[in-house]
């Protein structure tokens, strides 16, 4: 076996032509590729900030719509809820039943103390309403004229029936 020759060798320029296949970049071609991402990452920044400010001035507007409804319907909850409430006080305080509509529209307030105060003087003041009197027509039995339903005519008919 000694006639064979063998080598184990190991090649010796291999190890050369890795270091040459490898080669280093300048530090001029780094610095511009280093620019070129910074470049990016900019553009990038700029391009989400002008998405930002589109999306916000799209709904600024329908924004400001809603809360003017928002605001809206909030009074109109709060003016029905003080008309319930006014409408509660005098159904409580027994007014008569013709007389509801007109008390709620004259009692005044904002909360419930107040509105009860309110609604117990305006009570006051119906209860206070002279009593009506009845129709009397003055010219009817004094003077000399004879009314129409007076004893002389009562005494006619009764002398012409024989009563």
Known sequence: MSDTPTTHETPATSAPEATEKQDTFSRDYV???RQE???ARVAKKDAVEAAKADVIRDYEGKLAEKDTAFAE?????SETSLELLKIKSVLEAKVPTDDILDVVALVQGTDEESVKGSVERVKALLSKAP??????D????????VPLNGDPIVNMFKSALGI
């Open 31 to 33: 610095e511009s590729l």
């Open 37 to 39: 991402a910074a470049q």
């Open 73 to 77: 319907l909030q009074n109109q909850h």
């Open 131 to 136: 009593a009506k009197d009845r129709p009397v």
């Open 138 to 145: 003055p010219s009817q039995g004094s003077g000399s004229t």
